[in-house]
């Protein structure tokens, strides 16, 4: 059966990296990628579709329709630009060719999101990378839009682990409190996949080192190994390594999900997400009391195996290099 997946992105390097990842599957598994749905968040709207359009031209796929994000005017917390440069991609899209869409003429995600999911009831997987705001404007425009996905999976939260924009928040989450919170709400079997997982997974230089030197004259590798440098620096800066030499891979956990799941440890429950909080707006929540439960709504990741990870990442990156530089 071949899988519909929806990706829902605000690229941002690790989410380059898993659009990468994704990519990697095209050919040779059965999915059928629908639609990439870019959001504001590491970087404005604008941004995160540039972002996405120079990945897939650079990929030398140019058959995925992308979606516009909307401008997000009153954010509580800022874009991340600090971390991923102001393009999203490093700085490096000056180095890259242009993509081949213009954001103008690009259906709006949110549209493309309930198009495809009327289109396909009950068949479709969003991944969702990105704060939740296209997911929640879809729900908003067409109340149970949410409900006719197979499957909504997302990278967010903190559980058990400090937040990365405030003590207790996951910026996915915070960027966009009252959408998570209604995304949340849509569904009982949100699978939710967060820091507490994601924080093990350190992408290094030396992971695409054989690359770099097996494949000299690809644009693809050098502008891989250039953001790894870029990111590692700002990661570097914002002591999110414990000091090794990488950068936190966060988003890649999603596209594990789908393909490797195995290397995922779950626990169900209610999440519930603050979003009234004096100091405490954008945490998550999951009742670990012992006892008779309220409810359940997700599936929360508590557990991932990042050793098998890494090298499956780092083995489907090098076939997805392959593939292009031998077509
Ligand atoms: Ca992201």
């Known amino acids: 059966m071949v899988r519909k997946l929806i990706l829902d992105t605000d690229p941002g390097g690790d989410d380059i990296f898993s659009i990468l990842w994704l990519l990697s599957f095209l050919k040779h598994k059965n999915i059928d990628l629908l639609a990439i749905t870019t959001a504001a968040g590491n970087v404005p709207a604008r941004n995160t579709f540039n972002a996405a359009c120079q990945i897939l031209r650079l990929s030398e796929v140019d058959d995925i329709v992308v979606g516009r994000g909307v401008a997000l005017p009153e954010q509580l917390f800022s874009h991340a630009s600090h971390i991923h440069g102001s393009d999203g991609m490093g700085n490096l899209s000056q180095t890259l060719p242009p993509g081949r869409r213009r954001f103008a003429d690009s259906p709006p995600s949110e549209k493309l999101i309930i198009d495809l999911l009327n289109r396909y009831p009950g068949e479709v997987t969003i ?3 990105a704060p939740l705001t296209n997911l929640a404007i879809a729900e908003n425009q067409a109340p149970g839009t949410l409900r006719k996905a197979k499957e909504i999976v997302i990278m967010g939260g903190a559980f058990n682990v400090p937040g990365n ?45 054989d690359l770099v ?7 693809l590798v050098e502008f891989m190994a250039k953001l790894v440098e870029f990111l590692t620096r700002t990661s570097l800066e914002h002591r999110e390594t414990k000091g090794e030499r990488g950068f936190v891979i966060h988003d890649a956990v999603a ?15 209610q999440v519930m997400i603050e979003t009234q909080g004096k ?23 508590t557990a991932v195996d990042s050793h098998n990870l890494m090298a499956c990442l780092v083995q489907d990156l090098t076939s997805l290099v392959e593939r292009v530089h031998h077509n």
């Open 213 to 219: 030197a097996d494949y000299p004259e690809s644009k």
């Open 279 to 301: 100091f405490t707006t954008g945490q998550t929540l999951l009742d670990n009391r012992h006892g008779v439960k309220s409810g359940f709504n997700a599936w929360v990741a």
């Open 127 to 129: 991944v969702g990378i």
């Open 255 to 269: 596209i594990a999900y789908l393909f490797y799941p195995e290397l995922l440890t779950f626990k169900r429950g």
């Open 165 to 209: 924009v405030t003590p207790v928040a996951e910026f996915n989450i915070a960027f966009n409190v009252k959408a998570a919170q209604q995304v949340f709400a849509s569904r009982s079997d949100m699978v939710m996949l967060p820091l507490d997982v994601t924080r093990q997974l350190v992408f290094t230089s030396e992971m695409i080192a």
